[in-house]
């Protein structure tokens, strides 16, 4: 069976540091793979997509990057954090129509 | 765009009863409509997939119809129970490559 994992769990960083957050996923291969932003009271906000190794695309502009270093790994990047940045950071895959997520990072800006 | 609207936003019942959530949609060219649950601080977890072909689709207590026509979906959750209290999300795919349009969500909190 497929598994999604994220970490860390949660990070709290000052502002102007960089962030690294780590998504892999087992059990698949070729999957899509999604970064989703949740922020306190706001909905699910679609932040990058790859659908293949080094293949990124952005949804949204902001001080974010991801990268894709391995078919099943899929990174969220800052090299420098905004108060606006703290959020829950959900990582998701797909092979079909169906996405299935991770359990999530949340990310505070301090 | 794609537009996704959850009504209500946060709902609140005693247990046992039988309730209806509601998801309403812009663009009605979708191929299919998935319905999450969000348990506090944790990720999502799929309950239904229901594709533009079906009308409706069944896990134990719940229920999902769509109907695509009037942009409307709704998830149907019988004999509430407290373990139910989560936010219930629906999103259905938006333009580009299998990304997903989410509602804002339903607050859902079942009392015993």
């Known amino acids: 069976s497929q598994t999604i994992h994220q970490w860390p769990a949660t990070l709290v960083q000052p502002v102007g540091s960089p962030l690294s957050l780590e998504c892999t996923v087992e059990?698949?291969?070729?999957?899509?793979l999604y970064w989703y932003r949740q922020a306190a009271g706001r909905g699910l906000q679609l932040l990058f997509y790859?659908?293949?190794?080094?293949?990124i695309s952005s949804e949204v502009p902001q001080n974010l990057s991801a990268s894709r270093p391995q078919d099943r790994q899929f990174i969220l990047s800052s090299k420098k954090l905004l108060l606006s940045d703290s959020g829950f950071y959900l990582c998701?895959?797909?092979?079909?129509?169906?996405?299935?997520f991770g359990p999530g990072t949340r990310l505070t800006v301090t | 765009k794609q537009e996704v609207t959850q009504i209500p936003a946060a709902l609140s019942v005693p247990e046992g009863e039988n309730l209806v959530l509601n998801c309403s949609f812009t663009?009605?060219?979708?191929?299919?409509l998935q319905w999450f649950r969000q348990d506090p601080g944790k990720g999502l977890t799929s309950l239904l997939l229901?594709?533009?072909?079906?009308r409706e689709q069944t896990s134990g207590r719940l229920n999902a119809s769509l109907d695509k026509s009037s942009g409307r979906s709704t998830l149907y959750i019988a004999a509430s129970q407290p373990g139910d209290s989560a936010t219930y999300l629906c999103?259905?795919?938006?333009?580009?490559?299998?990304?997903?349009?989410f509602g804002t969500g339903t607050r859902l909190l079942v009392s015993p």
């Open positions: 998701a895959w797909s092979r079909g129509t169906e996405q299935y």
């Open positions: 059990g698949t291969s070729n999957p899509n």
């Open positions: 790859s659908v293949g190794i080094g293949q």
């Open positions: 663009d009605s060219a979708i191929y299919n």
């Open positions: 229901i594709q533009s072909s079906q």
């Open positions: 999103a259905v795919p938006g333009t580009g490559f299998q990304k997903l349009v």
